[in-house]
Nanobody, 127 residues
Framework: QVQLVESGGGLVQAGGSLRLSCEAS????????MGWFRQAPGKEREFVAA????????YYADSVKGRFTISRDNAKNTVYLQMNSLKPEDTAVYYC????????????????????WGQGTQVTVSS
């Protein structure tokens, strides 16, 4: 069993930055691919970014490409999402998720392909 705990959300003005963190329990974190998803009120959960087990491959949704950066520190069991140039449409609850199979790939981007989820952290971007 893996537990994921997100932190770093908050309220920020448009154009600002936030860094989200997701710390995992357990000794197998480095074998998982990790993803960030978000869900705005009344909308479905959507893919934001993914990173493979080693950190050598990343993949982004078109809506955040060039503004967000996903990274990981396997020694700290933590994955990060650096969010720059934030827009009001980035407002959502952000979730990290772990995928235990095909962890070398970053192209499994749907929620059903992920095995473990954090509780989410709210990001609000004011205009």
């Amino acid at each position: 069993q893996v537990q994921l705990v997100e932190s770093g959300g908050g309220l920020v003005q448009a154009g600002g930055s936030l860094r989200l963190s997701c710390e995992a329990s357990g000794r197998t974190f480095s074998s998982y691919a990790m993803g960030w998803f978000r869900q705005a009120p009344g909308k479905e959960r959507e893919f934001v970014a993914a990173i493979n087990w080693s950190g050598g491959r990343t993949y982004y949704a078109d809506s955040v490409k060039g503004r967000f950066t996903i990274s990981r520190d396997n020694a700290k069991n933590t994955v990060y999402l650096q969010m720059n140039s934030l827009k009001p449409e980035d407002t959502a609850v952000y979730y990290c998720a772990a995928r235990t199979y095909y962890s070398g790939s970053v192209y499994y981007t749907t929620p059903d392909k992920h095995d473990y989820w954090g509780q989410g952290t709210q990001v609000t971007v004011s205009s």
